[in-house]
């Protein structure tokens, strides 16, 4: 993870209240709101000059939410929003108007601050109620004021309509009004200081389709503008600056969401079973905790990689055992999840080198990563190992080591792991009985030895991601070689074919856990080759299931052993994608799968 101090890789966490992914760049929105003018009027003469301007700058407010109400109501047939008419309400009540008039006539005040002074009033009273939905009214006349604000300090203050198409709006609040205009003016999403699932803000975001994340806390001060962020309103997360690696994870992941869109969700909840009864189990790939409910409805059965390298983001110290525990015992206790595989941290190389311990490495895919850390920094390492010990008396736990190149890491980390769990039962804490233990194939050593891995473990679960580029010694995040990422290259899928035989004879279960697993394209080769279980990014689970659905392992098989002739990747890949586009005309219908 790239993590220089300028354009530091953050992550932040708040409420996701409508779904969907945007990737653009960020417009801080309205940073003065919260500043107030005052000054005392010179002499009685201004006082009526003023409440003039009060009453132009209202007349001018109700202006505007008519043109939005008008405009919701011309695009695509939607229902007018209620929420602006109260908020016209407002602006017309008499309580609200005469309490300002008063303020400015008494104190001899700008209308700013008289305003400031009503909104304070109608705050002390709705504080006393008990009523959450009359609190809640509180906000729509703080939208209110500050529509008026902004009217009232005329054109120099920026508008949602001066942003454009590629912005995210990055607010402390925003007004439901605010948020209207922004499908109007095609603003891609936005995240909120403030707010919560039930807020106006919110209601409307989902009505008007633009997915955004509210009570940030700090999204504010975390952001600059025009900083580079994902908003995933799907899980509640927003990225500011993400390093190439991770933006290209997201840009699959909203590919796979807008596709999900169409109607393959009601694929979610079905078995990936083909039509002559071979069943493929589905797991999740998810970095945060807060995916889950995502992973759920778009039909994992269980997790299949949970990178947990996640909860080291943004991180000055390290996390403690009971963070790693609180997230763990999270994951495995969902109910609805059949298992969860917790894959202990890839990290190193040039994932977080702000970490003292993590040295910048001049070639750091290959470098001091994953488990090559973990083993040497064995104090490190069992903080973790401890956590996830504990969580698994919670639900069905698996454990999966990253890049494992030799026989000798895998007993290492397994002996490490025991001796945890000894001691953890020698103190009397509880420990599932029934751990899993599995490696990732991800390097190409671990291909060629995997019937001696196959002894020490569990499972096998096969990152592609990696292997595909150790194998056509490709860098996964150097553009200029993307060319060559081949995964229906002959030597990937002898590869592949390889751990698979070699772990079914061994008796065990093979998964593929890399982004080949979730491409349409690959599936009936994934198929063919007998993997028992697929997992991948959530978003693309249903449509993956479709596929599958509708594919039966005879034909999946003779595909396999007719391409398995082939000597090019190109030769493959051409005809493979005949072959899917030919049988599924409707999933695949022009050039671009
Ligand atoms: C992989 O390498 O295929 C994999 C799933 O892990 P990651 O992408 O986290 O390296
Ligand atoms: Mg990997």
Redesign the pocket.
């Known amino acids: 993870m790239h993590t220089d101090v300028e354009g530091k890789t953050v992550v932040l966490k708040g409420i996701g209240v409508s779904p969907g992914i945007v990737i653009g760049k960020a417009h801080l929105f309205d940073r003065f709101d919260s500043q107030v003018s005052f000054y005392k009027l010179r002499d009685k003469t201004l006082l009526s000059k003023e409440i003039k301007r009060f009453r132009s700058a209202l007349k001018e407010s109700e202006k505007q939410l008519l043109e939005i109400k008008n405009k919701l109501t011309e695009m695509a047939g939607r229902e007018p929003l209620y929420i602006i008419d109260v908020h016209i309400m407002i602006l017309k009540d008499r309580m609200f108007i005469n309490h300002t008039i008063k303020k400015i006539r008494e104190m001899g005040v700008n209308v700013e601050w008289a305003l400031s002074m009503t909104i304070d009033r109608y705050r002390s009273i709705f504080e006393k109620v008990d009523d959450e939905y009359l609190k809640g009214r509180l906000s729509d006349i703080r939208y209110v004021g500050q529509m008026i604000m902004r009217n009232l300090t005329g054109k120099g203050r920026e508008s949602i309509a001066d942003i454009g198409e590629k912005g995210v709006v990055i607010a402390v609040d925003l007004s439901p009004a605010d948020t209207a205009r922004m499908m109007i003016n095609k603003v891609l999403g936005f995240a909120t200081d403030m707010g919560g699932k039930t807020s106006h803000t919110a209601i409307v975001a989902r009505a008007v389709g633009i997915p955004a994340v509210v009570g940030l806390e700090s999204v504010t001060r975390s952001v600059r503008m025009n900083d580079n962020v994902i908003i995933d309103g799907s899980a509640g997360l927003i990225v500011i600056n993400p390093d190439p690696e991770m933006l290209q994870r997201y840009e699959d992941k909203k590919k796979h969401y807008e596709e999900t869109q169409e109607d393959f969700l009601k694929y979610a909840r079905l078995p990936a079973i083909t039509k002559d009864n071979y069943k493929v189990e589905i797991g999740g790939?998810i970095e945060f905790i807060e995916e889950i409910p995502s992973a759920i409805v778009h039909g994992a059965e269980g997790i299949g990689?949970y990178?947990t390298e996640f909860i080291y983001i943004n991180k000055e110290q390290l996390p403690t055992e009971e963070e790693h525990f609180s997230h763990y015992r999270q994951v495995v206790g969902v109910e609805g999840l059949k298992w969860s595989t917790i894959r202990t941290f890839?990290l190193g190389g040039d994932k977080f080198y702000s970490d003292p311990k993590l040295a910048k490495e001049m070639n750091p895919q290959m470098g001091l990563r994953a488990i090559r850390f973990c083993l040497k920094e064995v104090d490190l390492f069992k903080v973790q190992l401890r956590a996830i010990a504990r969580a698994s008396a919670y639900g069905k736990t698996r454990i999966m080591f990253?890049m494992i190149s030799g026989i000798e890491e895998i007993r290492e980390a397994k002996q490490i792991f025991c001796e945890v769990k000894d001691d953890l039962s020698a103190k009397g804490v509880p420990v599932g009985d029934d751990i899993e233990i599995g490696v990732?194939i991800?390097v190409p050593s671990a291909v060629i030895i995997a019937d001696e891995l196959a002894k020490e473990v569990d499972f096998f679960s096969i990152?592609?991601?990696?292997?595909i580029q150790y194998v056509l010694a490709i860098d996964r995040i150097n553009e200029r070689v993307t060319y060559l990422y081949e995964p229906l290259h002959p030597a990937v899928l002898r590869l592949i074919k390889q751990v698979v035989d070699t772990g079914h004879r061994a008796g065990i279960r093979v998964a593929m856990?890399?982004?080949m697993a979730s491409e349409p394209t690959n599936l009936m080769i994934l198929l063919g080759l007998e993997i028992d279980e697929l997992s991948m990014n959530p978003l693309a689970i249903p449509r993956v299931k479709k596929i599958i659905r509708e594919s039966t392992l005879k034909d999946s098989r003779e595909l396999l052993k007719k391409v398995m002739t082939f000597s090019s990747a190109a030769e493959i890949r051409e005809y493979v994608k005949r072959y899917m586009r030919e049988r599924f005309p409707e999933e695949f219908p022009n050039n671009n799968h």
């Open positions: 790939n990689l990178r890839d990253p990732m991800e990152g592609t991601n990696d292997l856990c890399g982004e």
